[in-house]
């Protein structure tokens, strides 16, 4: 099936640091998700992308629906220590309808 | 926003028996909702979409009869891992769409089963 990967799998940064992340895929979708889990918890969305090249923020992230629709980055900037968490995109290759493929994920850990 | 439940947040079981897990959308109506399975350190697995008033759709690889779905109401979807084994043991998270926010996913804080 589908696959979609997440670099890099692990971060360990510092407070203040800018984060960047990406995610690939060998086939188009044509929506783009960015989701964070915390520890036990479900997923809550971040960002959705939904045309390909657009660039949308949501506070201090940033994301990016890449031009092929097989990639997309997520940019998180000053980092705080409530950033800690696991990233995943997910991607939708029908409409927003469709279901979602999840991404390997990122770990983030941030120090202070 | 639009808030998804989950019952039990933990359940702890005996080999060969069943669990029933609840689903539930608060404040909105989901035609669909999804079931998802995450092993440790993995990423979220769909197994498969739940619909109202049909049968649900399972993912490649996932057993029907194992773990049965049933979506009665536009708030509620239950999966029941029946015949529990080992090997089922996993944080089982569900999402439910809500269609009047653009088909939006919300997702449930996830269960946790543990089989001995």
């Known amino acids: 099936g589908q696959q979609l990967n997440q670099s890099p799998q692990s971060m360990f940064i510092q407070e203040g640091e800018d984060v960047s992340m990406n995610c690939t895929s060998s086939s188009i979708f044509n929506t783009w998700l960015w989701y964070k889990q915390d520890p036990g918890e479900g997923p809550v969305l971040l960002i959705a992308?939904?045309?390909?090249?657009e660039l949308t923020s949501n506070g201090r992230l940033t994301a990016q629906f890449g031009i092929t629709r097989k990639d997309s980055f997520l940019n998180i900037s000053a980092s705080i220590p409530s950033d800690v968490g696991i990233y995943f995109c997910?991607?939708?290759?029908?409409?927003?309808?469709?279901?979602?493929?999840f991404g390997t994920g990122t770990r983030l850990q941030v120090t202070l | 926003g639009a808030v998804v439940s989950q019952h039990p947040s933990w359940v702890i079981c005996k080999s060969g028996t069943s669990v029933k897990i609840e689903c539930r959308s608060l404040d909105f109506q989901a035609t669909t909702m999804f079931w998802y399975r995450q092993f440790p350190k993995q990423s979220l697995m769909l197994m498969a979409t739940?619909?109202?008033?049909?049968?649900?759709?399972?993912e490649q690889g996932v057993e029907k009869d194992k773990f049965l779905i049933n979506h009665a109401s536009l708030t509620l979807s239950t999966l029941t891992v029946t015949s529990a084994h080992p090997e089922d043991s996993s944080f089982y998270i569900c999402?439910?769409?809500?269609?009047?926010?653009?088909?939006?996913?919300?997702f449930g804080p996830g269960t946790r089963l543990t089989v001995l």
């Open positions: 739940s619909n109202e008033g049909s049968k649900a759709t399972y």
């Open positions: 997910a991607g939708q290759t029908g409409g927003t309808a469709s279901k979602l493929t």
């Open positions: 992308l939904y045309k390909a090249g």
């Open positions: 999402s439910a769409r809500d269609s009047g926010r653009w088909n939006e996913q919300f």
